[in-house]
């Protein structure tokens, strides 16, 4: 069983829906749950950053952590063009994990 | 404020051949990594410096692979022979000590072993 999973998509929408991305994790222990968006052919680009559960907002998007059943979600609001990426689910202890990646499509 | 730079961008090489990866982290930042992103995969670690220190290489190939950060800064990554299955993206990361688990990226060097 791989630490940190999250379904590889690709996940397609249209201009202005709203997006989820999901993924689970199976280290309690883990301290702090991030997510970075990765475009084609760039590294990856640190989202959303956290270390406890609960919601934390930044514009259109909403990274939500449920440690006790080991959850993490991104939602994207209003999604546009530009949010077409990987998006990485990244959470960690001593060290830091990387699920696979979501492969977002935003269609205008 | 200059990002991580990594070079070259990419590289293709015939395997047995010897191919070195170079990167300049952001000012400041004391812990440098390497991780290898095979293609619809995460970032994978390499190896994680704390300055001059490899203080996790783990996950470091070490038969093939050798890495070194002198004066706690720049570092480089070497493969030696590359093989077939050494090909994907190898990425340098950074952190800055007060921050210690936001990681910076550079673009990383595309290798691409024939």
């Known amino acids: 069983q791989k630490e940190v999973e999250q379904d590889p998509g690709p996940l397609s929408v249209p201009e202005g829906a709203i997006v989820s991305l999901n993924c689970t994790y199976s280290?309690?222990?883990?301290?702090?749950f991030m997510w970075y968006r990765q475009y084609s052919r760039k590294g990856p680009e640190l989202l959303m950053y956290t270390y406890s559960s609960g919601n934390k907002e930044d514009g259109r998007f909403t990274a939500q952590v449920d440690k006790s059943s080991k959850y993490i979600s991104l939602f994207i609001r209003d999604s546009q063009p530009s949010d077409s990426a990987t998006y990485l689910c990244v959470t960690g202890g001593f060290k830091t994990i990387f699920g696979a990646g979501t492969r977002l499509f935003v269609k205008a | 404020e200059a990002g991580v730079v990594q070079s070259p961008r990419y590289k293709i090489i015939e395997k047995k051949q010897p191919v070195a990866f170079w990167c300049n982290p952001i000012s400041g930042h004391n812990t440098l990594y390497w991780y290898r992103q095979n293609l619809g995969q995460g970032p994978e670690l390499l190896i994680r410096y704390e300055n001059e220190e490899a203080v996790d290489d783990s996950q470091l190939p070490k038969d093939r692979f050798s890495a070194e950060r002198l004066k706690g800064v720049d570092s480089t990554l070497k493969i030696q022979p590359a093989e077939l299955g050494d090909s994907a993206v190898y990425l340098c990361?950074?952190?800055?000590?007060?921050?210690?688990?936001?990681?910076?990226f550079g673009a990383g060097t595309r290798l691409s072993v024939l």
């Open positions: 280290n309690s222990a883990f301290q702090y």
């Open positions: 990361a950074s952190s800055p000590t007060s921050s210690a688990n936001i990681q910076y």
